[in-house]
């Protein structure tokens, strides 16, 4: 059940109000975020829209961080914090909202129940797993989300990660800089790009390393804040890939790692980092899963039944 609540923070102060509400309202949105609702505010009046629950944990939350606001600058680090010691995760409700996506192209809208709950699970968690067969759109949604993010400044880059099995990882022996090595690789969630923002926004975007290209093999040392990192084909990591590649999250920060553990192309000694990923973390506060099947494809019809005509023979 949608609720609204209303809140006006005292003292009257332009400078705690700002640092509150973080640059172009950053803080806020970091929130917004976390606990799936809308905030807005005239002056010091704020209102704030969502779940019944999720809106009481927010007005609590805005009461704290403004009186925090009296001694230290809030960062997107400590309001991270503040999120993690007072347990104000809110978990999905059964009956999810739909969640609409809005891009320069128009409107996004998930198909079917298992894209729905894929949506908001992407909104409401930091590290969200996509697993199913091809065509159910998950790395079509993982880039819906991202460019949408990105174009409500949530987020200030798009980081696209692919494992390249079919090059070893030995991506020097290919001609080319790093992006031509990569590209091949990443051609699925070019495409989507491409049909979202179009191809000359899309080049500009990777010119300003505002879109970035990074082939899991570069990701190793890292730290990625304020980014929202997109792995596909997720099946052909190794299990100490997974890790490396899950420890790479910063604060401000979005995952979505997407495969189909069906079609896993590592050598039969190793095991998937996807695999284990599926066995460790699905009872981790703040990680999600979605789980597809060959119901929930949406590409042609026979694609449907090819999926199907392979899971009955296995």
């Not at 999120?83 to 995760?89: D, K």
């Not at 192309?265 to 460790?280: F, H, N, R, V, Y």
């Amino acid at each position: 059940m949608t609720a609204i609540l209303e809140l006006t923070l005292a003292p009257n102060d332009n400078e705690r109000l700002q640092n509150i509400c973080g640059p172009l309202d950053a803080n806020l949105k970091q929130i917004e975020n976390r606990l799936a609702v809308e905030i807005s505010n005239r002056g010091h009046h704020f209102k704030i829209t969502g779940e019944d629950e999720a809106t009481k944990v927010t007005k609590q939350l805005l009461k704290a961080l403004y009186s925090q606001t009296k001694q230290e600058i809030l960062t997107p680090a400590e309001i991270h914090l503040q999120l993690q010691q007072a347990n104000l995760e809110i978990k999905p409700a059964k009956d999810v909202p739909e969640v609409i996506i809005k891009t320069r192209k128009g409107l996004i809208r998930p198909r079917g129940e298992n894209q729905k709950n894929y949506l908001h699970t992407v909104i409401t968690h930091d590290i969200s797993f996509a697993v199913g067969p091809a065509g159910t759109g998950k790395t079509w949604l993982a880039v819906a989300c991202a460019v949408e993010a990105l174009e409500r400044q949530n987020i200030r880059r798009i980081i696209l990660v692919r494992p390249a099995v079919e090059a070893g990882e030995r991506l020097g022996f290919l001609p080319g800089d790093l992006s031509q090595k990569v590209d091949p690789y990443l051609r699925p969630l070019y495409d989507a790009l491409f049909e979202m923002l179009g191809f000359e926004k899309v080049e500009k975007l990777i010119e300003h390393h505002i879109i970035e290209v990074a082939p899991l093999a570069y990701m190793r040392g890292r730290t990625l804040n304020d980014a929202f990192i997109i792995m596909d084909e997720a099946q052909n990591t190794t299990c100490e890939q997974m890790k490396m590649f899950l420890t790479r999250i910063g604060f401000g920060s979005k995952a979505v790692i997407t495969g189909d553990i069906t079609q896993i192309d590592l050598p039969k000694t190793q095991t998937s980092g996807l695999k284990e990923a599926i066995s460790l973390f699905q009872e981790t506060e703040g990680i999600g899963f979605t789980f597809f099947e060959s119901k929930d494809v949406v590409r042609h019809p026979l694609v449907k039944r090819i999926v199907n005509v392979y899971d009955n023979a296995s």
